[in-house]
């Protein structure tokens, strides 16, 4: 499932009726998390307090922009980050950005999902659908963008870029709607830019994002639906119509 274990990963989901209680045990073959937690109320520095269909989500939209925020950005308090893509990984990327104390800058096409960014703490200045406008802004204001996170990763947006970054700055490709792109090798040599690739995330990234979710820092959009609607929601997906995360329940 991720890139930071050796080995393959295993995920078991245990519920019990009262009280409403989840177990999570994830193994890898360098670490071995157990997580307990009763999804009750919220305590100490303890995963009580997260949903199931939270606690699902999570073992890929938070895992995944941990890895890629934390480890292998490793975005410090104070430095400027352009996320592009705010889907339910980039949503989560925000998030985690705003937590560490950077300056957040997103870009995605699609306006509702820019007004959550905002409602979640985004400036609105800082908030863009058209990368010609986010470029001229950036030229303009001489803003000094330290860290790319991109969570589409196609061709336009990765050449765009390396150019727009700071001299030493760093991009980290998660997303991959391209499976070739193109590097500006002239332009990344004379600004020495680091270029990363982040891929899932390890068992105790997946612990770490479930202290966040109990501890309030980090809300995952996640939306539920009966099991039986999976091939309308299957549709919408190819459609671009699920903003972020959907959780199918089993109908009763």
Known sequence: MGSGTTGPLRLTLQSKPTPPF????????RSLCNLSFQTDKVTNHD????????????????????????????????ETVLI????????????????LGANVYVLDKRQEVLDQAIIFGVQRENTFTSIETLSELIASKNILIDTVVDFVGNEELFTI?????????????????????????????????????????????????LKLIAEGVVKPQVKTAPLSEFPRLLEDLHNGRVESRMVLIPDM
């Open 47 to 78: 995963f009580t307090g997260v949903p199931a269909t939270l606690a699902t989500s999570s073992t890929d939209a938070l895992m995944t922009p941990f890895n890629a925020i934390v480890n292998r950005a490793k975005l410090k308090k104070g």
């Open 161 to 209: 870029s390396q150019s727009i970054v700071r001299r030493g700055g760093t991009i980290v490709v998660v997303g991959i709607q391209a499976m070739h792109l193109s590097l500006d090798n002239a332009t990344s040599l004379q600004k020495q830019l680091s270029i990363l690739y982040s891929f899932g995330g390890s068992a105790c990234d997946i612990k770490n994002g």
């Open 22 to 29: 989840l177990s999570l045990k994830v193994r890898g073959t």
């Open 84 to 99: 592009l893509g705010i889907g339910g990984l980039g949503f989560n990327a925000l998030q985690l950005s705003l937590w």
